[in-house]
């Protein structure tokens, strides 16, 4: 038992909180010719190391990617980094978007509310101002790359983030 859940038991609060959320694995693995560090996910691993056996569909052919890819070459006038970095807030975004938004979510907020005035305030703003359809806000989660260059003057690192298309945003 971990010593969180024993304060808890000692404190006699209840001990039957189910958070439905992903606790990061960060792992690293060898796929093909390339060195992959995933930050948060093991699973993340596993599906490259099937897409890499032809299991799985190749990040290449997926048109955010295929765009932070161009505006490297672009940026840096080759396509040989010594690293490289992609990240698609959208997906870790959605996962955010379903936990606050679950059931299990407002009942955990209901029942520490009772003795928490911060926690009052949050569930009764989320009651207060439901949630937007996720379809409404994913327009606003673009997503970013960056690369790492060596040269005789050292390493020289690059971040960026793509602008949100106006013509994606509606009318209303």
């Known amino acids: 038992m971990d010593r969180r859940r024993q304060r808890r038991i000692e404190r006699g609060q209840e001990d039957d909180v189910d958070v439905d959320m992903n606790v990061p694995q960060p792992a690293f693995a060898l796929i093909g010719n390339y060195l992959v560090i995933s930050p948060q996910s093991r699973q993340f691993l596993e599906v490259a190391i099937d897409t890499e056996q032809g299991d799985g569909e190749a990040l290449m052919n997926d048109i955010k990617f295929q765009s932070i890819t161009k505006k490297m070459n672009r940026l ?3 396509d040989m980094p010594c690293a490289m970095m992609y990240q698609n807030p959208e997906e870790s975004m959605r996962l955010m978007y379903e936990l606050v938004s ?4 407002m009942s955990m907020l209901a029942r520490g509310a009772e003795d928490n005035q911060y926690l009052d305030g949050l569930r009764a703003r989320l009651e ?3 949630l937007p359809p996720f379809e409404d806000l994913q327009k ?3 997503p970013s790359g960056g690369y790492a260059t060596s040269d005789d003057t050292g390493y020289h690192l690059l971040a ?12 209303e």
């Open 128 to 130: 207060e101002n439901p």
């Open 102 to 105: 679950s059931d299990n979510t």
């Open 140 to 142: 606003f989660f673009k």
């Open 160 to 171: 960026f983030a793509l602008r949100a298309d106006p013509s994606e945003e509606s009318d």
């Open 76 to 78: 840096m006038k080759t």
